[in-house]
């Protein structure tokens, strides 16, 4: 991985996460905390944990290490939500921003949220992160199915074609 290419894929992150939350806001408050078959219960509490994820990653990289649970909601109603994601977003974007080479080519040590000590290459680390965002906003996309909202495209391919 590159400090371009880690750029890339945070710029691509807020495209992602600003299109689906735009899709979210237009749920009505029932269908966007109802109770849906899923990991974390409804759309609003895979949102919430996607925050989660970003937060205790980061705050490792950054070493500012969060002490949070995996099943956190931090923010009960999705003005609030949405307005700390777009600021995680940016935090995220800054970080890019400002890696070195130097730095992805080196090893994390870090403690998980189990209490375990782990030591990894940073580059996996950044490329789990921005995964496993991926993979919860398309949890998110198959809930929005069971609504009257379209899911929205969020192949990265449509955010390289939108900016060309």
Wanted: hydrophobic letters at 35%; one cysteine or more.
């Amino acid at each position: 991985m590159t400090p371009n290419e880690l750029v890339q894929l945070a710029e691509y992150n807020h495209w992602a996460n600003q299109t689906l939350y735009r899709s979210c806001s237009q749920l009505s408050e029932a269908d966007y905390k109802a109770e849906r078959p899923s990991f974390f219960g409804s759309i609003h509490n895979t949102l919430n944990h996607i925050l989660v994820g970003d937060r205790i990653w980061f705050g490792r990289f950054e070493d500012k290490p969060e002490k949070l649970s995996l099943s956190d909601v931090l923010f009960q109603d999705f003005t609030t939500l949405q307005t700390a994601r777009d600021a995680e977003d940016l935090r995220i974007l800054e970080y890019a921003r400002g890696i070195t080479q130097e730095t992805l080519d080196n090893n994390l040590t870090y403690t998980n949220v189990a209490g375990d000590n782990h030591c990894d290459p940073m580059s996996a680390l950044l490329r789990h992160a921005f995964n496993h965002q991926t993979h919860h906003r398309g949890q998110v996309h198959c809930l929005l199915s069971q609504t009257d909202v379209p899911p929205p495209s969020l192949d990265i391919m449509y955010y390289l074609r939108a900016q060309d």
